[in-house]
């Protein structure tokens, strides 16, 4: 089995700031992703990567950046933290598999929290 | 683009209830679909797939059965129990190399007992 770990578990920063979320995966998988999770709204794609080096938007990507530094890690940053922005962020990881989809596994999630 | 939802927002059964929990999907191929469930303070763990027309997918009492001509994919199961509480999330995926999950609004599920 593998683990993901995300850092931190909650973030607190200012409006108007630069906010850093972190993850790292043991799975040894190819693929990497960022949600967004909002009450009522499920979860939404704001980035993910395929492979290490690539980078690909997501349906809410608009206010972040990501960066794949390695294979087993993958960061996220808010470009400029808004209050209508706190949320839960959920990074995910599979494997690049044919035929059937993917199954995603996911860390337990960064809240943040804008003051 | 693609896209799922659940009819259920908030579901509340007694133990021993028979439970439904709604997903319909619209997709413009022949996609893969997905049950997730969350449990408080943890992410989204799968739960089971089903990856075409007529199978049946199952997991911890828990089964759906991928129906293409309704574009659907309903949660079941016959009697739940309080460690059954939880966010549920229908989800559907490309069948291709890679795919990209959609993910429905989420259904939360008390069960009391």
């Known amino acids: 089995g593998g683990i993901i770990t995300q850092t931190p578990k909650f973030l607190i920063g200012q409006e108007g700031q630069k906010l850093t979320l972190k993850c790292q995966q043991n799975f040894n998988h190819d693929t990497m992703y960022w949600y967004r999770q909002d009450s009522g709204k499920g979860l939404r794609l704001i980035y993910y990567?395929?492979?290490?080096?690539?980078?690909q938007k997501g349906d809410l990507s608009e206010g972040y950046d990501a960066s794949r530094e390695k294979k087993s890690s993958f960061s996220l940053t808010v470009t400029s933290a808004q209050k209508n922005e706190m949320a839960v962020f959920l990074c995910?990881?599979?494997?690049?598999?044919?035929?059937?989809?993917?199954?995603?596994?996911f860390g337990e999630g960064s809240r943040l929290i804008v003051v | 683009g693609d896209s799922v939802t659940q009819t259920e927002g908030q579901v509340a059964l007694s133990e021993e209830d028979f439970l439904t929990i709604h997903c319909n999907y619209s997709?413009?191929?022949?996609?893969?679909l997905f049950w997730y469930v969350q449990y408080p303070g943890e992410g989204p763990q799968f739960l089971f797939r089903?990856?075409?027309?007529?199978e049946k997918g199952s997991s911890r009492g828990f089964e759906a059965t991928y129906n293409k001509e309704t574009t659907s994919f309903h949660l079941q199961k016959a009697s739940v129990q309080e460690s059954d509480s939880a966010v549920y999330y229908c989800a559907l995926g490309e069948t291709s190399s890679f795919s990209k999950l959609v993910f429905g609004q989420g259904t939360s599920l008390s069960v009391v007992p």
């Open positions: 997709a413009s191929g022949y996609p893969a």
């Open positions: 089903a990856s075409r027309d007529k």
């Open positions: 990567s395929i492979t290490e080096n690539d980078l």
């Open positions: 995910a990881s599979s494997m690049v598999r044919q035929g059937a989809g993917n199954t995603l596994y």
